[in-house]
Structure formats: C-alpha cells, structure tokens
C-alpha cells in the first residue's frame, strides 16, 4: 500500500484522465506543440487546454519560454515531469497494448490500482487511502476494475465477515512503473491541486 503523501500525489496527477498519455507524449517527442499534442491523442481543443494547465500547476510541465520559432516546442517537461516521464511511457503503453486505455485512466483506476498494491483491502481501507473520494467513485472504480479484470473481488475470513479486493496478474504487471511513478513524485514533491485535505 502506498504512503498517503505519495497517494494524494497520484490522485492529484490522475485528476485529469489525460495527464499520464501526455506526459508520455512529451516524454517521447522531448516537448511538443499544442496541435501535435492534440492530433496525436486524438483529442479535442477543450479537455486537452484543461489537462495542460492541470500539469503545469502540479509542476510537471512548462510552457516553453523561447516558444515563437516554428521548430520550438511549445510544452515542455519540468525536471519532475522528466524523472516520471519513462514511467508513463511505460504505463500508457501497456494500457493500450491491452485495450485499456479508456478505462485504465478513469479518475480513479490508477490510485485504487496503487493503493490495493500486493494486498487485499476492504471498502473501508480504501475509503481511508483515498483522499477526496466519495464512497460511491469508489463503488464505482471498483465495479468497472472488476468488470476489466484487474480487481477480484473475495470474502475475507475476519471477522466481522466483509469482501476484501486484490489485484489480478495482469493489473498487477502495472505495480513496478506505479511504484516508481510514487517514488519519483515523492522525491520531487510536485504541488498538489484538485485533492481535498486529510482529517
């Protein structure tokens, strides 16, 4: 299970469904433009805008100060954006490779990904590592992971008895890049936005 630090650092860098697929992109491309950005995922003008501005207030991507020449990126990574960059990469790849790119990068498949780790945890586990989520997102990120494949849903033999969640091989094929997504942005301590306080 992830640290709370690290996984409201998470939650805040997949508040936007797009922000790893650009990190990825810049990663690859080492900056790009606005309209690249926009052809190569296939986005329109809006969700794209927002993502970016998301970015760039958590600290992970710049506007490129020298931009006006016509071979000059327009967006950049920031130093934290590059030390997390080869693990979206990484990521968004496997995601695609295995069809899941939509639901893969809901709001809260990653984090609940992240944080069920090698464990098994109940309802009430994830409600409490989950800063910001409503127990009805998590019903919600729950069902559709399950529905994926990724999670398994089973009674664990406590008591009181209660359904506990782990992941399935193939979601857990996604843990290594995660895990050093939290450590790098840890390490980098990106500002957090778009996350409620812990009590």
Not at 83 to 111: E, F, H, N, R, T
Not at 188 to 196: A, Q, Y
Request: a positive charge.
């Amino acid at each position: 299970m992830q640290k709370p630090r690290q996984m409201d650092m998470l939650i805040s860098l997949c508040h936007h469904r797009w922000c790893i697929p650009i990190i990825a992109e810049l990663e690859k491309s080492n900056g790009a433009k606005f309209i690249t950005l926009l052809n190569r995922l296939q986005l329109s003008r809006a969700p794209l805008s927002s993502a970016l501005k998301h970015l760039v207030k958590l600290g992970l991507v710049r506007r490129n100060t020298g931009y006006g020449h016509p071979m000059r990126p327009e967006y950049l990574l920031t130093a934290s954006g590059k030390a997390i960059g080869p693990c979206c990469v990484s990521l968004a790849a496997y995601l695609d490779k295995m069809g899941w790119q939509k639901p893969g990068l809901d709001k809260w498949s990653v984090p609940v990904t992240a944080l069920i780790g090698e464990d098994t945890l109940r309802f009430g586990e994830l409600r409490d590592g989950l800063s910001g989520a409503s127990p009805r997102a998590i019903a919600l990120a729950l069902k559709s992971l399950e529905n994926l494949g990724w999670v398994k849903r089973s009674i664990v033999c406590e008591y009181p008895l209660a359904a506990g969640y782990r992941l399935e091989k193939a979601a857990r094929n996604m843990l290594p890049d995660l895990r050093k997504m939290c450590a790098v942005i840890k390490a980098g301590e990106p500002r957090i936005v778009g996350t409620k306080k812990r009590r």
